[in-house]
């Protein structure tokens, strides 16, 4: 009988004000049977922040992963994650991490974080791209 253990941390990612957001993980712990549904919700109450990140630090390992996150209204999961992962909601308040079927190697601790996102800003009208190009010239050898 094997039991999947999983434990929840939340980061909170502080402005460059000294001013932090409340970000809260639910549930803080959980302990599973191989093959249940496992979901996992993330929420934040900073209007500034829109992104939420889901990180799995496994067991024994002081890597973190990034297994996906939302930004605005939309959603990814890593692509070496997608056949085990889903992640939903929306960076600006609220997001969800599932695991449709867990296995024994899912037992880990799983983190989300809050914080804001740029994306897809066009340079300014007067940005010039620079393209460097070398030429080789070759020298005729004297015989």
């Known amino acids: ?30 302990i599973k049977n191989p093959t249940e549904e496992v979901q996992m919700t993330c929420n934040h109450s900073s209007t500034d922040f829109n992104m939420i990140q ?22 990814v999961v890593e692509s070496q994650f997608v056949d085990s992962f889903k992640v939903s909601g929306d960076g600006s308040s609220l997001s969800r991490l599932h695991i449709g079927e867990s ?16 994306c897809c800003t066009k340079p300014p ?4 791209t620079l393209e460097i190009t070398t030429q080789m010239q070759s020298k005729p050898h004297d015989d």
């Not at 889901?54 to 959603?75: E, I, P």
């Not at 009208?125 to 010039?128: E, F, L, Q, R, V």
């Open 54 to 75: 889901w990180y799995k630090q496994s067991a024994g390992g002081n890597d973190m992963t990034l297994l996906g996150y939302a930004r605005y209204s939309s959603t």
């Open 125 to 128: 009208s007067g940005t010039k």
């Open 103 to 118: 296995r024994s190697e899912d037992s880990a601790v799983y983190f989300c974080a809050a914080s804001s996102a740029q």
């Open 1 to 30: 009988y094997i039991s999947v253990v999983f434990i929840c941390v939340t980061i909170m990612i502080r402005l460059l004000i000294h001013v932090a957001a409340l970000v809260h993980q639910d549930p803080p712990a959980m």
